[in-house]
């Protein structure tokens, strides 16, 4: 029996986000470019084993002083570039792995007070981190997130960055109809979902089991519990979350994204960052996509909190990085 999850769509008459202009922000697709070629970039997903995954409901540890607006990379200074590196899965659904992945990362280096520093690597999760093996046509965060407390993850820098084991394949492209760049769609994709146990960058000199990087423990937070994922993210640094995405997120620019428009394309990970509130008084989530830089704000954007608008609140991952390891 398949279980369906419930999600608000908050709509208002006052429009406090701003899209980009369809010639701009789309390359002058077609309906029918568009719908393809945002449906590559963006997965299905099966949450019927999700929803019985056990929730973090306490932590000892958490803050409680939770302030009106708070950025990780202003908090954690000693990260700030770490956390504000925006990624690029290129032409591929691989946003459960890369979200993951930099999450980690981010996690990591605040947990060693700012002395780790590598990407860690999202071509390893695609590669090994779901059982699925779909590589560039989706997988599941929280699969991947069990995966690295399990086995661990070896590092892995950007595309073409000659960084770590195992760098990122996927070449950055055009999301957003910036004609400097290639076009998404005109891609090819290097899915490698062949999971290899070594590093296939022959620069780097560290074997692949000494490289690997583990989570002590890895949960998906209380049901949209607003207060513990500004909790989790003030403690430990940023989280993961699943959001559904609609026609017009692709065309975001800026402001609180808080209104849908057109069709569910499919769902979508991204990295929570912070919160804060605007000037009309919307509050909202401050997210990392993995766009690049020149989507929406600097590769950011914000979307409405408190409504698990999108579901951004209904799926929020994490693990405590284990730094016991040598």
């Not at 208002?12 to 568009?34: C, G, I, L, Q, R």
């Not at 929730?55 to 708070?70: A, C, M, Q, S």
């Not at 990392?288 to 909190?305: T, V």
């Amino acid at each position: 029996m398949r279980t369906f999850i419930s999600f608000v769509i908050f709509v208002s008459s006052v429009t406090s986000w701003v899209a980009a202009a369809t010639d701009t922000a789309f390359a002058k697709p077609s309906y029918e470019n568009f719908d393809s070629r945002t449906r590559k970039l963006v997965q299905k997903t099966n949450y019927d084993s999700w929803s019985k995954k056990p929730r973090k409901t306490f932590d000892i540890n958490y803050k409680t002083d939770i302030p009106k607006e708070f950025d990780a990379r202003q908090y954690f200074v000693n990260c700030a570039n770490v956390i504000g590196d925006v990624k690029d899965q290129g032409n591929c659904a691989s946003s459960w792995a890369v979200a993951v992945a930099s999450t980690f990362t981010d996690r990591l280096c605040i947990a060693t007070n700012g002395t780790f520093t590598q990407n860690l690597s999202a071509q390893n999760l695609m590669s090994c981190g779901d059982d699925e093996k779909m590589g560039c046509n989706g997988g599941s965060a929280f699969k991947a997130w069990e995966f690295i407390t399990g086995t661990g993850i070896v590092t892995g820098g950007n595309f073409d960055s000659n960084e770590g084991c195992q760098p990122y394949k996927n070449r950055p492209c055009d999301h957003y109809g910036d004609s400097r760049m290639t076009n998404c769609s005109s891609l090819r994709r290097t899915p490698m979902t062949i999971c290899r146990e070594k590093c296939i960058n022959k620069n780097y000199k560290v074997k692949y089991d000494d490289d690997l990087h583990k989570t002590s423990v890895n949960y998906i937070t209380s049901w949209t519990n607003v207060i513990q994922i500004q909790q989790e993210i003030m403690t430990y640094g940023p989280v993961t979350a699943l959001m559904y995405v609609y026609e017009n997120f692709m065309g975001y620019k800026k402001g609180v994204y808080k209104s849908t428009v057109g069709d569910l394309i499919g769902y979508h990970h991204v990295k929570l960052i912070g919160w804060g509130v605007d000037n009309d008084g919307n509050e909202y989530w401050l997210a990392m996509n993995s766009w690049n830089s020149n989507w929406g704000e600097n590769g950011l954007f914000k979307i409405l909190r408190g409504y698990n608008f999108c579901s951004i609140e209904l799926l929020v991952m994490a693990g405590i990085a284990d730094v016991s390891q040598p």
